[in-house]
Nanobody, 124 residues
Framework: QVQLVESGGGSVQAGGSLRVSCAASGRTFSSYTMGWFRQAPGKEREFVAGISWNGRSTTYADSVKGRFTISRDNAKKTVYLQMNSLKPEDTAVYYC?????????????????WGQGTQVTVSA
């Protein structure tokens, strides 16, 4: 089993940057595909980015491609989301999730474990 704890959220002006982190517990972190999702008020939770167990494969939502970068450090059992050129529409609670799959999948139902979320607010 994996427990996930996000950190690093906060408030920033449009055009700024933030990095959110997700620390995992459990001995098998390196075998999980990891994903970042977000949920804005009144909207459904959506896929943002995903990374394979070895970090060699990444997938991004079109809305963040070229601005966000997902990475992981298996030795530290941590996954990161570097967010640059932030826009007000990026405002949401950001969640990390772990999936027992080899492929990086975008559907919420493919992910087995979830963190509690961290708020990111981007002001115009």
């Amino acid at each position: 089993q994996v427990q996930l704890v996000e950190s690093g959220g906060g408030s920033v002006q449009a055009g700024g940057s933030l990095r959110v982190s997700c620390a995992a517990s459990g001995r098998t972190f390196s075998s999980y595909t990891m994903g970042w999702f977000r949920q804005a008020p009144g909207k459904e939770r959506e896929f943002v980015a995903g990374i394979s167990w070895n970090g060699r494969s990444t997938t991004y939502a079109d809305s963040v491609k070229g601005r966000f970068t997902i990475s992981r450090d298996n030795a530290k059992k941590t996954v990161y989301l570097q967010m640059n050129s932030l826009k007000p529409e990026d405002t949401a609670v950001y969640y990390c999730a772990a999936a027992r799959t080899m492929a990086v999948l975008v559907g919420l139902r493919n992910y087995d474990y979830w963190g509690q979320g961290t708020q990111v607010t981007v002001s115009a």
